[in-house]
Each structure stands twice: as C-alpha cells, then as structure tokens.
C-alpha cells in the first residue's frame, strides 16, 4: 500500500525550499493563555454559540464555536463583526434620554433609567388592568404591555421572563423572537 496524502506531507515538513524562519516559529497565536468564555450570538434568532477570548478582562477576540451543533463554527457577517460592535468608537456607553417634543438629547444616570422604566411599566400596567372579563370571571390581566424576547435568551432565561410578567405582572403578550 501506498502513502496517504497526509503521510507525504507530513515527511515534507521542514524539508521545503523555504522553510520557516526562527521568528515564526516562535511566534504564537494572540489567543494563547486567553480565557475563553461560550456564548451566544446578540443578532439573530438562530443562537450561533461563540467563543469570546479574554485577557486582563478585556475582549480580545470573539469567533464561532466549532463545538456547537448550530453553527459548528461558522459565523454569519454580523455575528464574525461582534468584536467590533463591542469596540467601536462610535457606541453609545452611557443613557441618553429625549423627552417628548425635545430637539435635544440628554445624558442620564442608569439607575435614573432604570426607575423610570419601572414607573412606566407599572402606570402602563395598572392604566390597563383587567380584574374580570366581560363574563365576570377573574382574568387579572394586562394587553396593555408585551414582551418580546432576543435570540441571546436561553431557555431558563425565557422560562423566568415569562414566570414574572405573566404570573407576577399580568401581561399577556410575551413572546421570544425565535419563535416567530
């Protein structure tokens, strides 16, 4: 029987006509003694699983997770662009805030943002509220609000969203993205 492709090749290695320079040699991906984290794609409803590298907490590096049975690997354009959503110059880092009928934009504190969300959550929420249905059952029930959840949801994630706004909060349109 004869060599395999790889075997040949593996009896070249080193003995091609420019083989490669000390430099490269010790030359190491930028990856190396990196932490690496698994997560999830922030675009679509598809969840591709991504490997986010990390050194001195900051990311150096994000590429798809070959271990994963969704993508094996591969990334769509938006999903390989990750890094550079997180890292671009032009995201916005902090609230910015612009009242009705304003021509202006304002920066705010989170915890500002935060409580106001929380305020007008419950106004919507109680402004809207249904103790009984036409037929006088007991309904306590809102469609005055919804939910719509992302695709970098997991499934005990969703779980709880809808445990709290439709049993806690009374609201019923929750939905999550990937199912629509």
């Not at 070959?66 to 995201?91: E, M, W």
Request: with cysteine; hydrophobic share 30%; net charge positive.
């Amino acid at each position: 029987m004869g060599e395999s492709p790889i075997d040949k090749l593996r009896s070249r290695v080193g003995r091609l006509p420019n083989p490669p320079s000390e430099r490269t040699r010790e030359l190491r991906p930028r990856t190396d003694g990196a932490r690496v984290t698994v997560s999830v794609c922030p675009y679509c409803a598809v969840g591709c699983s991504q490997l986010v590298y990390t050194r001195d907490d900051q990311i150096i590096d994000i590429e798809g997770n070959p271990d994963s049975p969704i993508n094996a690997g591969t990334l769509c354009p938006k999903g390989a662009a990750t890094r550079g959503l997180l890292h671009s110059p032009l995201r916005i880092q902090s609230v910015r805030y612009r009242a009705p009928y304003s021509d202006r934009w304002e920066t705010r504190s989170l915890e500002w943002a935060m409580e106001r969300i929380a305020r007008l959550v419950k106004t919507t929420r109680d402004a809207g509220f249904e103790h009984r249905d036409a037929d006088g059952r007991i309904v306590n029930r809102t469609v005055a609000i919804g939910h719509l959840g992302g695709a970098t949801l997991d499934n005990e994630e969703n779980y709880l969203i809808k445990k709290l706004f439709t049993g806690g909060l009374g609201i019923v349109p929750v939905e999550n993205q990937a199912r629509i």
